[in-house]
């Protein structure tokens, strides 16, 4: 990728100078973590993502809190909190509102 698209994808994540000066393990995790997936600003996004991706895919996801950005990631893991995210998604599709 080149400089410009990557420093372009760390825009509104984190503080470019504090990133940069990070060893090239502490961004991976980074990237891994936060830049490489979508931003989700509140509960509310997430409520509906969670919801999009089991309709569409019938996959349940975990999210996260993320120290990165301040905002919400998606996930696989967590097999126990998917698990009852995917009751509390099941019980609101049964209720017909989201
Ligand atoms: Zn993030």
Redesign the pocket.
Known sequence: MRLTSRLLKLEG?VNLVDFLKLNENEQAKIYK???N?P?LDDLEQVTKALIEKYQEKKVTLNYYE?D????F?LTKSGKRRRRLIKHMILKTLAGGKI
């Open positions: 994540r973590g936060c830049i997936k931003k993320c990165t950005c301040g905002g990631h």
